[in-house]
């Protein structure tokens, strides 16, 4: 093996320009790639070589199976749907719909003002109503 290394070196001339060293040092010798195991298997090369093909002719390739782009479709057009109904329903709502949803609202507004201040309420006053409630719930119960 020694001598074959000596012998191309005397053919290339220079042991400094010899491809596998590293910087011309022949203690230094350049590793060689590593062959990746996938690309190698004669399946993908096949498969590498059915894409080439199709893309050469023009045939494109789906990234998505049939059931998966219908499924797809079908949920967006019922996404579609749902927003044109709702959106019918706004339009369609009755003056005296429109007032009820007002009311409502401001009585949602008036509940949380009522617990905010609740919240803010000293806690002897909270323990006081909670009283009253009991014993008003305990005094129907022995009229009943």
Not at 37 to 52: D, I, N
Not at 84 to 92: G, S, V
Not at 97 to 121: G, I, M, P, V
Request: proline fraction near 5%.
């Amino acid at each position: 093996m020694y001598t074959e290394i000596q012998q191309e070196h005397s053919d290339s001339g220079s042991i400094l320009t010899h491809p596998d060293y590293i910087d011309g040092n022949p203690d230094l010798i350049k590793p060689k790639k590593l062959l990746n195991p996938v690309k190698a298997s004669k399946s993908h090369q096949e498969l590498h070589r059915e894409l080439l093909m199709n893309h050469k002719r023009g045939l494109s390739v789906d990234s998505k199976p049939e059931l998966q782009r219908v499924l797809e479709h079908r949920r967006r057009n019922q996404v579609l749907r749902q927003k044109k109904e709702e959106e019918e329903a706004k339009k369609l709502q009755s003056p005296f719909e429109k007032e009820l949803l007002k009311r409502h609202q401001r009585l949602d507004q008036l509940e949380k003002q009522h617990e905010k201040q609740e919240d803010h309420a000293p806690e002897f006053i909270k323990v006081k109503e909670n009283l009253r409630r009991t014993s008003t719930v305990t005094g129907e119960e022995k009229a009943a």
